[in-house]
């Protein structure tokens, strides 16, 4: 943007006078707004990477490490809003700000439950990200649970945040107490230039030789 300013800046003073001159930089306009798009698309890319890599995370240290095991399990049978909390502080450690859409379609808090104060955390975080967290106590629950969430999601009427925030994906997160059948889980949804993604956490999972034979039934 600011080598664009130094090259044509002058036109733009010149435009205010002259009804040819801001004819002639409508172009130039386009094509600045070509190579932003192009900028920022790049680094949406690096946003979801995060994102995606802080989930993959969080199923391994529920594998891993049992005392991590043991206060999400009691997180979850407590109740929804403190997995959401736990969730939305693990996606924190990784640059990554998840927030959820308020009834008013405003951007919330996960860990505080008020509305987000952009200024304070711009220049702390990778990212911004819409997330809506979920928890199925039975296998008859995941598909409902999902529909709910995106139904949640769907609420959401801000802009985005240029380049702070990724725009085309929104993540439908249930967490679970066992990982569901592989058919419980849906497959990514598009909706116009939406994506939601469908993310499983389960807190207690099954040995990999018992999984596999559970699979295979």
């Not at 509305?115 to 220049?123: M, T």
């Not at 629950?141 to 959401?156: L, N, P, S, T, W």
């Not at 469908?198 to 295979?216: C, G, L, M, V």
């Amino acid at each position: 943007f600011e080598e664009f300013r130094e090259r044509h800046g002058s036109l733009f003073d010149d435009a205010r006078s002259s009804k040819e001159i801001a004819s002639a930089i409508i172009p130039l306009l386009v094509v600045l707004r070509s190579e932003l798009e192009f900028a920022l698309s790049d680094y949406q890319e690096r946003i979801r990477s995060i994102t995606e890599r802080a989930f993959l995370h969080l199923r391994r240290v529920l594998v891993a490490n049992p005392r991590e095991r043991e206060v999400w399990l009691a997180a979850f049978n407590e109740d929804e809003t403190r997995c959401e909390k736990l969730g939305a502080t693990h996606l924190l450690s990784h640059g990554i700000f998840a927030f959820k859409a308020h009834a008013d379609g405003a951007r919330t808090d996960l860990v505080l439950g008020e509305s987000i104060k952009i200024g304070e955390i711009a220049s702390a975080v990778e990212g911004l990200v819409l997330t809506e967290w979920k928890r199925a106590k039975s296998i008859r629950d995941i598909e409902e649970k999902f529909r709910e969430a995106r139904r949640q999601a769907e609420v959401y009427a801000q802009g985005a945040l240029a380049g702070i925030e990724l725009a085309r994906y929104r993540y439908l997160v249930l967490v679970s107490e066992k990982s569901p059948p592989s058919t419980g889980v849906p497959e990514d949804l598009k909706v116009g230039n939406i994506t939601y993604r469908h993310i499983n956490i389960p807190i207690d999972t099954f040995s990999p030789s018992k999984e596999a034979r559970r699979r295979s039934l």
